[in-house]
């Protein structure tokens, strides 16, 4: 990181929950490292924190995955964070130490969200094109 700027977290019950004013927060301990993840639920922008230092920033937009790489001390440091499912907004953070999973978070922001049915979805595109022809063939027989 080019700047050394430290930050406050607090984990409080606000940060606890996804919201979008607070995005996503993950929270981890490994070997005495506090190691924070912060997702922007607005911009993709990506940050992680060890002992309230940034130490990686990355803006995923587009993908499902992003990788984040660093090190503290002589342990090499990789996060994996996920959306794992795009319709409930539900992402997985994994971080690995020295290639090893120590540990394993996923937040949602509808978490109690229920699967679409494909037939809801079916009589949706139904429905929306017999209104769509019937308001067309209304029009045009006025302006005919």
């Given at each position: ?71 503290v001390g002589e342990i090499q440091y990789r996060a994996e964070v996920y959306l794992a499912k ?14 090893v999973l120590v540990a394993k978070e996923s937040k949602a922001y509808l978490p109690n969200a ?31």
């Amino acid at each position: 990181m080019k700047d050394n700027q430290t930050i406050n977290i607090n984990r409080d019950a606000a940060m606890s929950q996804v919201s979008m004013k607070n995005g996503y927060w993950f929270y981890f301990d490994h070997q005495g490292n506090d190691i924070s993840m912060h997702g922007s639920a607005w911009s993709g922008k990506e940050t992680m924190y060890v002992n309230n230092h940034p130490v990686s920033i990355k803006h995923k937009l587009f993908g499902r995955l992003s990788q984040h790489y660093f090190t503290v001390g002589e342990i090499q440091y990789r996060a994996e964070v996920y959306l794992a499912k795009f319709a409930t907004g539900e992402v997985q953070v994994s971080l690995y130490a020295n290639d090893v999973l120590v540990a394993k978070e996923s937040k949602a922001y509808l978490p109690n969200a229920k699967k679409t049915s494909i037939w809801v979805i079916i009589l949706a595109a139904l429905l929306g094109a017999v209104v769509g022809y019937s308001s067309v063939s209304l029009i045009m027989k006025f302006w005919a």
